[in-house]
């Protein structure tokens, strides 16, 4: 092992060493909540990308930048106040920074470009933040009822819906927390940037797809809702998990459906 090599091994334990507190609480939440179990597949997949594209990061000649060490000193902050109890997404996005901090330090800007991907990719790993996540639960709650409704009325089944709750011939749904479509969101977004890596060379297809991922999430979120009103056996249990994957897949396939419509528009309004 050279010098080089060294000193990045020990860099990464370091880092992992300084934020195993906050890295041991990404993974319970991982574990925990439903809406971040996508978060196991972020670091093997970042992982992946990073050794996929070794032979480019070997061709990068170092330019040590001491700007790094600027964002060590953020990321430092940022733990600190997690600790104290700002909470873990703080942390979250110091261990993020310190990452960045420390490629800046040893590699420079052209490591900092060339691993921005990754970078950006860890995000979807990040746990959610309390405020947003409160503020945004209770609005996509009533619009997946909302949808939900208009996909069983233009379907000619009758439904009344009271808020966020549906009822369905006498069958009353309710539209709870869970059901809000966080899930869908989070995780269709990061398959459509990793989807749109690997089949498309045009980086701003990854935020294309991203874009298309949000209103194709929630409007799979309404459409499992309106299944759950439609048939009472989807609401719970195997056939309710069974559905979910079923609605998702069908997600995915949407998406390479859009990446073909941007690439038909892109090819008839290029110059």
Same mark, same amino acid.
């Given at each position: ?106 590699? *420079?800007? +052209?490591?900092?470009? #060339?691993?921005? @991907?990754?970078? %950006? &990719?860890?995000?979807?790993? =990040? ?109 719970? *249990?195997? +056939?309710?998990?069974? #559905?979910?994957? @079923?609605?998702? %897949? &069908?997600?995915?396939?949407? =998406? ?16």
């Amino acid at each position: 092992m050279s010098v080089r090599q060294g000193v990045i091994v020990l860099t990464a334990v370091a880092l992992v060493s300084c934020y195993a507190p906050t890295l041991r609480g990404m993974v319970e939440q991982w574990s925990s909540d439903e809406d971040m179990s996508h978060g196991f597949l972020v670091p093997i997949v970042i992982l992946w990308i990073v050794w996929r594209e070794r032979e480019r990061w070997r061709t990068l000649q170092p330019e040590p930048n001491a700007w790094g060490f600027a964002l060590l000193a953020s990321a430092a902050g940022l733990q600190f106040a997690g600790v104290l109890g700002v909470g873990l997404f703080a942390g979250s996005v110091g261990f993020l920074l310190s990452i960045a901090g420390a490629v800046l330090c040893l590699g *420079g800007f +052209p490591w900092l470009r #060339a691993l921005a @991907f990754p970078l %950006v &990719l860890a995000v979807f790993m =990040l746990p959610k933040l309390a405020v947003v996540y409160n503020q945004v639960t209770l609005p996509l709650q009533l619009l997946a009822s909302r949808i939900a409704a208009g996909i069983l009325t233009f379907a000619g089944i009758g439904v009344i819906r009271e808020g966020n709750i549906l009822d369905v011939g006498g069958h009353r749904v309710a539209v709870v927390e869970a059901c809000n479509g966080i899930r869908y969101l989070l995780s269709l977004g990061f398959m459509a940037v990793v989807f749109a890596y690997l089949s498309d060379s045009k980086p701003w297809m990854r935020l294309a797809l991203l874009g298309a991922a949000v209103p194709i999430a929630i409007v799979a979120n309404g459409a499992r809702v309106a299944a759950a009103g439609w048939l009472p056996s989807l609401e719970a *249990g195997v +056939p309710h998990a069974v #559905a979910g994957w @079923f609605i998702f %897949v &069908l997600c995915l396939v949407t =998406l390479m459906l859009f990446r073909r419509l941007f690439n038909r528009v892109y090819v008839y309004y290029r110059p």
